[in-house]
């Protein structure tokens, strides 16, 4: 299990010297793409909590702002955030604030936990925590009824690849048969799976993608979650799928 952990989250190992600020490579595309970019969460309403008490909330803004960075030289993609870091914004709202903006592509980014029967208690830094080391990787969740349905899984196959090309793996556990899961594929090479029981997913009219970006209730996931090398190297890759997709739509090419 550990050797499968370290090859999963190695992800520090391909920032080679130099490449750290290096921009997505958008030079493909030619028209303005309108990305929103979604911190999943907010401070009332702050997600799971991680292996050492950590809000969800501040790892999905980290690695929102990290994108935003590497998106942020390209001439031709312009990213708005769907809330502004310290913000409570409701479901609902969140979703009339999707709509206004009129975006071409919707990524709402999250991180993982696990259902509370998988869970085991621990003690960290003297306080009660819970933890499940189990389960490792991104997922991806898209919907498959909604009008912007096919832009969606375009852009999640996309990043998918992007991420898997770094080294990085997707996880099975969200169609594994237990309670809260059994969720269906939607493409199960690139770790896309129905979104359709989502909020945000079944009612947004744009193009909407929602990434977990890892299991921060994994204790040694949760660290390299939080490693600022890491989230940059998360960020590179899905900012350079976001990139591939809008390129390709713009080609009208079919699957990335």
């Known amino acids: 299990m550990m050797t499968a952990l370290v090859a999963v989250l190695s992800l520090s190992a391909l920032d080679a010297p130099g490449q750290s600020s290096r921009p997505a490579p958008c030079a493909e595309v030619t028209r303005r793409f309108a990305l929103a970019l979604d911190p999943g969460h907010d401070p009332e309403r702050p997600g799971a909590l ?7 909330v501040e790892f999905n803004d980290r690695l929102v702002a990290a994108i935003a960075r590497q998106l942020g030289g390209e001439r031709l993609i312009d990213v708005q955030l769907t809330r502004r870091p310290g913000e409570s914004l409701a479901l609902e709202a969140r979703a009339a604030r999707i709509a206004s903006l009129r975006p071409d592509l919707v990524l709402s980014i999250h991180h993982d936990s696990v259902q509370p029967q998988l869970l085991r208690p621990w003690t960290t ?9 189990d389960h490792v990787g991104y997922s991806l969740f898209v919907p498959r009824a909604a009008p912007g349905a096919a832009d969606a899984l375009h852009a999640a196959q996309a990043i998918g690849r992007a991420l898997l090309a770094t080294g990085y793996r997707f996880t099975r556990y969200h169609a594994l048969p237990i309670a809260g899961e059994g969720r269906a594929w939607v493409d199960a090479e690139a770790g896309v799976y129905d979104g359709d029981y989502l909020f945000l997913l079944r009612t947004s009219r744009a193009p909407i993608v929602l990434l977990e970006a890892g299991f921060i209730i994994n204790r040694e996931s949760e660290q390299r979650l939080a490693d600022p090398v890491v989230v940059e190297a998360l960020a590179r890759a899905i900012a350079a799928g976001v990139c591939r997709h809008a390129a390709q739509r713009e080609a009208g090419s079919g699957r990335p």
């Open 125 to 133: 830094a003297g306080q009660a925590a819970r933890h499940c080391d």
């Open 50 to 56: 991680s292996a050492r008490n950590r809000p969800e």
